[in-house]
């Protein structure tokens, strides 16, 4: 299979070649206490904003044994992330901004958020970082019942909350909000937009939820349409990432258009425009085009929509524009 039919994995993506959730064992208390006191267990601690701590040189995330768990933050009640290579994994979320930023100092371990460090760290620490993050901000989201109104309890290792009203007893579920993403092409050229408050010059691929009652074909067409009153008639499915920044799941997809017309109708995009290969190449060397940051399903979308019309590599012409 060549380069153009293998796209990079997105970040955040492969966790499952490292990580076993464990579902079935969720609600094992025995087993679950059993794990969370071994030696071998390792504890993710996010603060208030979800940031975690990282090693000194930012490198590599600051896992906590069961010891500095135990004496530190002994209180906190862990969630169950999974087993890699057998050793447990939890995270822990402390919103005490207080104990965080001391347990920062007593470390000497810095926080940093997910979007500033995913890049920096190993592919495998990035995801569970995501994973962790859209976890844990799920259960801050969801404390009360929306059938009742009652107060939730974690349970099943923090990846369910129940109704405490027992009249009720709602089980509630982590949500994900899915959204597509899609590079639009035509004759050659593709479709890209940008919002008025993005940096000058910077142009990502069009993107947006899905609503009820909608396929993700059928979302990619409507929304290509409201943003840019681009028709768009083939889709194919491209590749997923995860988006925790809060909780999104961004489906990846490639669009044929039946013109270039374009006639901005919801007005969320300040502009929209065709681009050439070429014209993509020689703004990054000239700084009048950025793409959106490398971390983004947007911006592999775009590099494979390159490298498969154009034979250019996208890292190549940013590493060479100096961006």
């Not at 425009?273 to 020689?282: G, Y």
């Amino acid at each position: 299979m060549d380069r153009a039919s293998t796209p990079p994995p997105n970040t955040f993506a492969g966790l499952s070649l490292v990580l076993d959730r464990v579902a079935e064992q969720r609600d094992d208390h025995a087993w679950i206490d059993a794990k969370a006191r071994s030696g071998d267990a390792r504890y993710l601690l996010l603060d208030a904003a979800g940031d975690t701590l990282l090693q000194r040189d930012r490198q590599a995330l600051r896992w906590l044994d069961v010891t500095e768990r135990e004496q530190r933050l002994g209180d906190v009640p862990a969630s169950l992330l999974g087993l890699i290579d057998g050793r447990p994994h939890f995270v822990l979320a402390l919103d005490d901004a207080t104990r965080t930023s001391a347990l920062a100092v007593s470390l000497g371990a810095p926080f940093a958020s997910l979007r500033h460090s995913a890049l920096q760290l190993p592919i495998e620490e990035a995801a569970l970082f995501a994973y962790a993050k859209g976890l844990v901000h799920w259960q801050r989201e969801t404390r009360y019942c929306g059938r009742c109104g009652a107060t939730l309890r974690l349970v099943s290792a923090g990846h369910r909350a129940q109704c405490s009203n027992t009249d009720c007893a709602r089980v509630h579920f982590p949500r994900t909000d899915a959204a597509i993403i899609v590079v639009v092409e035509h004759d050659g050229a593709c479709l890209l937009g940008r919002q008025a408050g993005w940096p000058v010059g910077r142009y990502s691929t069009l993107a947006g939820f899905v609503e009820p009652g909608e396929t993700l074909e059928d979302a990619v067409r409507r929304e290509v349409a409201e943003e840019s009153g681009v028709l768009v008639d083939e889709v194919h499915y491209h590749s997923s990432q995860p988006w925790p920044m809060p909780a999104s799941l961004m489906v990846g997809f490639t669009a044929t258009a039946h013109s270039r017309e374009i006639a901005m109708r919801d007005h969320e995009l300040e502009e929209a425009r065709w681009f050439t290969p070429q014209q993509i190449a020689d703004g990054l060397a000239d700084g009048s085009f950025l793409p959106s940051p490398p971390l983004s399903v947007s911006y592999r979308l775009l590099a494979h929509w390159l490298q498969r019309r154009g034979g250019m590599d996208l890292d190549d012409l940013v590493a060479a524009a100096g961006r």
